[in-house]
């Protein structure tokens, strides 16, 4: 092996064909089965895109519908579960509450083990619906409120938004959320999606997968970074100061979170469709400190990190979006796995049907061989 090539971080390492998510990191696109990502987010709605990500085509109107009401049956989280949330510590991070209530949610279900392709499939959906619930249910109880059963006569995002906040959204925050939703539904092989695909790649069931892929997105570097923009800047008072607080983190050669991407080398689509919202939304509510800091910020990088390749990615301005939608910035990233579970789902009923081989990579050996056991009185 000492001549093998070491692909660090399997950057550029391609293991398996995908219909699902393209991404041109060139010129900045993002196409879920070939739509372009300006169009779905525009024209479409999350139970449609989580659809078109099961199986690989948009619905007819007929299968909406049906598709649709699955997904309403589906909501509901039974209370013995709510309950045992409940137990759950207060100042633990919502993503390992996440992470634990999906492993409780396998743990009791009987057919857990079942790992045919219509029991993931029917499992996928029912993970799809319950996702909302479930995090809505940790946010309430985290503010000792009790949670609130999910509505039938509202959309996925409408029902999301409801559960979250104890009201209705108005037809803008509908929308607002339905159009992150679907923004952060898939993006090719990213690390979560990498994740549930080697856990189901050993056979293993859809629960494990899915709880394994919350536990990579919840990582700075990946889903977290929208929850740590906002963090990054809270001590900033206002536009006028980011100037001199760029040029100091580039001189402490810290990253600025929310920028940069391993695939994309332009300015990321979703962020694009993100900041016009951010825009809007702090225009209309008069909060726009935040949507300044941000731009101010994107101003200095275009200057320092674009040449790099680095810019905006879809975590920088959702921090704005979710803000206004009266989500508090720890549950951001769950919000990101309540829309990414149907990419996690679709691509492991892609690689089911298409592949289904174990995943197994190698690491090159730099120890060395035939050392003498050495008895432990005799070690130094
Ligand atoms: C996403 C990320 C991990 C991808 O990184 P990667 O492909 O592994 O690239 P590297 O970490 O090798 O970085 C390459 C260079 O760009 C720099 N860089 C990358 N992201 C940067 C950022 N956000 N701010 C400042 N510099 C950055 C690195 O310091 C490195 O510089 P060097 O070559 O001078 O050492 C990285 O861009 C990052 O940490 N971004 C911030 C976190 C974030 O927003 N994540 C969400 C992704 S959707």
Redesign the pocket.
Known sequence: MSDVEIKR?L?GVVFTESELSYINGQEGKLYYLGIPIEELAEKSTYEEVAFLLLYRRLPTKKELEEFDQKLKENRAVRVEKIASFANYPKDAHPMAALRTAISELGLFDPKEEDTSYENLLETGISLIAKFPTVVAALKRLREGRLPLEPRNDLSHAGNFYYMLNGKEPSKEQEKLLDVALILHADHGMNASTFTALVIHSTASDLYSSIVGAIGALKG???GG?NE??LKMIQGIGDASQVPEWFKEKLEK??????????VYKAYDPRARILKRYAEEVAKAHGRTREYEILVAIEKEAEKY?AP?G?YP????YSGVVYSDLGIPVEFFTPVFAVARIAGWVGHILEYTEKDNRLIRPRAKYSGELDKPYIPIEQRG
């Open positions: 971080g950057e700075p570097r990946h970074a740590q923009v050669k810290e990253r600025i979170m929310g920028m940069g991407h391993r990190l790099k680095i990615n879809v975590d920088f």
